[in-house]
């Protein structure tokens, strides 16, 4: 998570500095995690800030290159990710069929993984384990804060 949050600050500066002609050479390499990052997770669920960061980086890249072309960019990506999922869940399920002792062990392991996050779950409810801290996760842009106050 750090790692990922140090590379969209990264990106966020590099974008920044770039214009509009050199941004369209690097969006291809830049915008799928972006996409990745803000289409994965809860929505009821507060927003990490690794999720924060790639929002803050998506509107400044909407900023640069225009609504229309970041849309059409976004939803290329996305059709993209979305066959690339597609393609991992067949194998998974062509897998029970060419080889079904593999899948039943992995079937067995994420039943393992559940039941020891129930247990875990259990505990914390029952006072035997320390819960873990959240964090508060806020949602200012500061960039957009700035653009306001300068319109007034």
């Not at 830049?30 to 980086?57: H, N």
């Not at 993984?113 to 259990?122: F, G, N, S």
């Not at 505990?123 to 500061?142: F, N, S, T, Y």
């Amino acid at each position: 998570m750090l790692q990922r949050t140090s590379i969209f600050t990264a990106w966020m500066h590099v974008i920044s500095s770039l214009e509009q002609e050199d941004l369209y050479k690097v969006i291809d390499v830049i915008l799928p995690p972006i996409v990745r990052e803000l289409s994965v997770g809860d929505v009821g669920a507060p927003a990490s800030p690794v999720k924060q960061l790639a929002g803050r980086l998506g509107k400044k890249l909407r900023r640069k290159i225009g609504d229309i072309e970041y849309s059409k960019l976004v939803a290329e990506v996305q059709t993209k990710l979305n066959v690339k999922r597609a393609e991992r869940k067949k194998i998974l399920l062509q897998e029970k069929v060419n080889n079904p002792e593999k899948a039943a062990k992995r079937k067995l392991l994420l039943k393992e993984k559940k039941r020891q996050a129930k247990k875990i779950k259990l505990e914390m409810m029952h006072g035997k384990r320390p819960r873990p801290k959240k964090r508060k996760a806020e949602d200012v842009d500061i960039e957009d804060q700035l653009l306001n106050d300068n319109d007034e």
